[in-house]
């Protein structure tokens, strides 16, 4: 895809928070339906934190995201659109993987259209508005500045401490993950529905979630995708707006 082309794709599989930390089974299948995705010819749009960190610069590339960031760009050589939107545990991918492991790359948010429909994506983890500790912290982390200080770090130094504090992290600001905040999610697909997408779709919260506003041809939707750890569930859409909750199964389609 040229660099600025709009995104469009007959059939897509839509995943996020796989959180891959090591080389296992979820690594694998990860790739796995990559794969697949190549040979369906279905593009794939990954909505954050695929690691659970990643920093876009080459020399903070932790040694066991180097084979999975190789092979997805051997298939999107090979033809696999690949799509990304940046999550919360993600760091300036977009200079350093748009053009060569991703067609794309988003820091907020992404339109397509797909199956002929029109998708927002997002990460979403700007969705709850309450969470004032996480929007500050946000800020923070993402600022150019910051980043480029502790990044000139050397990469024995940089990488192990980041790791540290990413397991400090998951422990911090329980009352905020605690919850689905259906609320302002929703707030949030009307917004883009009255902009005129026919999907919104989410990631963040680790919890599966489908709903649906309105009928007919004139129905919405709004899908928040659970966590790939967690059983490798994607969500699919393909022709004239069929779409759903699938499990990943080796061997199997991954649409219908």
Known sequence: MEKGLPISADRAVFLSDAHLNQDDIHS???????????????????????????????????????????????????????????????????????????????????????????VYLSHGDAVNRADIPYRFWKTVSKNRLSYGAVSALPSSIFLPLADWFEKKLKHTNIHFRSFFPEKDCRELALR????????????????????RYGEGDAEKTLAVLPSWRENWRYFYLAAEGKSGFRAYRPGEKLLP
Request: no cysteine; glycine share 10%; charged share 25%.
């Open 28 to 118: 694998r299948n990860f790739v796995a339906l990559a794969e697949n995705a190549a040979a369906e010819n279905a593009a794939v749009f990954l909505l954050g934190d695929v690691f659970d960190l990643w920093f876009g610069s080459p020399g903070l590339t932790f040694h066991f995201q180097k084979p999975v960031i190789s092979r997805l760009r051997e298939l999107r050589r090979g033809g696999l659109r690949l799509y990304y939107v940046e999550g919360n545990r993600d760091f300036y991918l977009k200079k350093y993987h748009e053009g060569s492991t991703f067609d794309a790359v988003a820091e907020a948010e992404m339109t397509a259209t797909v199956g002929g429909r029109r």
């Open 192 to 211: 883009q529905f009255a902009a005129g997408s026919d999907f919104a779709i989410l990631g963040h919260f680790h919890t599966e979630r489908l709903l």
